[in-house]
């Protein structure tokens, strides 16, 4: 396996903090007793002070800066920032060839996430969470089709090690879909505290930081979309300034009817958006004569050739 060398990359500086939440004041419930371990039971006390909504933020800053401009990295639906490190089957991921082009790289667990940490608290979200089973994913992010789940066989030339689909499963997490604003906020915190950034987002992560983007320009430097949904539509609002943006596409769109629906959507936004900067770019994988990556491009095989794709553009684009 190509493992990282740790010997060939030094950092500066290496961290971690939570941005955003808000206190919710819980009064009238009755205690109830909770078994700490095996050896503690205490009487709990459901009422008080509790933060929710923060998010988790992890930054790594590589000691050989190539660019000054640091890397926020959004995942998407289901996931938390692990998907942007090491791949299911041990290899680099974008984090570490991010920090290997000398990039400061900064890592979320967006609201409800992973080390954000999710509201236990009756009603203060309107919904219940749900999880997307081995199935779903499989299907979802374009493996395979249904009637192939069982007996693991992928889609011909398909990428992502299916080895590895088990560790995959391993990474998905409860999420909900009440909290866009929320989420949106948190970003735009992380954005307040470190500068202008390039915002890469995949998935739902990519319509966060469309949205994030339209909000606050002056702190996008540029925005990196994998295959995006959710993500405000440019056709209906007037944008100020249209910074840099570019649009990664993978395979097997006309395999999926979920990917059928979807994809003229954000290639639509992301063709009225381009008409309102020159810098934009579409890297359409399958159309380059790039076949076999599915919705997961940034664990596939060819990991490194897209990153480098988009670490080129975004040198030339931002002079660097």
Same mark, same amino acid.
């Given at each position: ?95 570490? /060839? $991010?920090?290997?082009? *000398?990039? !400061? ?6 609201? &409800? ?6 509201? =236990? ?103 990196? /979309? $994998?295959?995006?949904? *959710?993500? !405000? ?6 944008? &100020? ?6 649009? =990664? ?72």
């Amino acid at each position: 396996m190509n493992r990282l060398n740790d010997a060939s990359l030094e950092l500066a500086d290496m961290g971690s903090f939570h941005v955003g939440g808000r206190v919710v004041h819980v009064s009238g419930r009755e205690t109830m007793q909770a078994r700490l371990s095996a050896d503690s039971t205490v009487e709990h006390d459901p009422n008080g002070e509790f933060w929710i909504e923060q998010s988790y933020v992890q930054y790594f800053i590589p000691k050989r800066q190539s660019v000054p401009v640091p890397v926020l990295l959004v995942h998407g639906g289901g996931l938390t920032g692990a998907c942007w490190e090491t791949t299911p089957d041990g290899r680099p991921g974008w984090l570490h /060839l $991010l920090l290997r082009e *000398g990039f !400061p790289v900064y890592v979320t667990d967006i609201v &409800e996430r992973g080390r954000s940490g999710f509201s =236990v608290i009756d009603g203060e979200w309107p919904q219940q969470p749900f999880i997307r089973g081995a199935q779903d994913v499989w299907t979802s992010f374009r493996f395979g089709t249904f009637n192939d789940f069982d007996e693991r066989r992928p889609f011909e030339k398909l990428r992502f090690p299916i080895g590895a689909f088990d560790q995959l499963m391993k990474q998905i997490v409860p999420r909900w879909t009440c909290n866009t604003n929320s989420q949106v906020a948190a970003l735009r915190l992380i954005l307040d505290r470190i500068g202008p950034a390039i915002l890469i987002g995949h998935s739902q992560g990519g319509g966060l930081v469309t949205e994030l983007a339209e909000q606050a320009p002056d702190l996008a430097a540029a925005t990196v /979309l $994998l295959e995006p949904h *959710g993500g !405000p539509d440019p056709s209906d609002r007037t944008i &100020e300034k249209a910074g840099p943006r570019c649009l =990664v596409v993978g395979d097997y769109i006309d395999r999926s009817p979920l990917w059928m629906e979807i994809t003229p959507i954000f290639r639509h936004r992301f063709d009225t958006y381009r008409k309102k900067s020159e810098r934009s770019i579409l890297i359409d994988l399958p159309a380059s004569g790039v076949f076999g990556n599915s919705h997961m491009m940034m664990m596939e095989e060819n990991n490194d050739y897209i990153v480098s794709q988009i670490t080129t553009w975004l040198r030339n684009t931002l002079g660097t």
